[in-house]
């Protein structure tokens, strides 16, 4: 079955979900190169089928704010786009973390 998005308007979307806007992205890339939210728009409307059986949207990709991203995530063929932030430090400090478990 296909199912076709935009994946501009998934974007953003997604941004909108978590209470941010385009305006709050400080860049678009992966681990190499880097462009800018406005370069991304202009290059990201078109549609794709988020439920191909191949990955369609390169899975490094990201779009960053201060101290968040969004990171694209794949499942048997499925796409979308997960958000992230930085964790919260515990308030408790301790000497030594248990690591066994």
């Known amino acids: 079955m296909n199912v076709n998005i935009n994946l501009l308007k998934e974007t953003i979307e997604a ?3 978590h209470e941010k806007t385009p305006e709050d992205v400080l860049w678009v890339g992966n681990f190499e190169e880097w462009e800018t939210w ?3 728009a202009n290059s990201a409307n078109f549609e794709y089928d988020s439920e191909s059986e191949i990955v369609e949207i390169d899975t ?3 779009i960053v ?3 968040w991203w969004l990171e694209r995530e794949e499942y048997e ?3 979308w ?3 992230k932030t930085l964790p919260t430090q515990p308030e408790e400090e301790v000497s030594c973390l ?3 478990r």
């Open 98 to 100: 248990e690591l066994k």
């Open 77 to 79: 063929g499925s796409e």
């Open 38 to 40: 406005e370069n991304f």
């Open 65 to 67: 704010g201060d101290d």
């Open 15 to 17: 941004l909108s979900r």
């Open 81 to 83: 786009w997960e958000f």
């Open 60 to 62: 490094t990709l990201k």
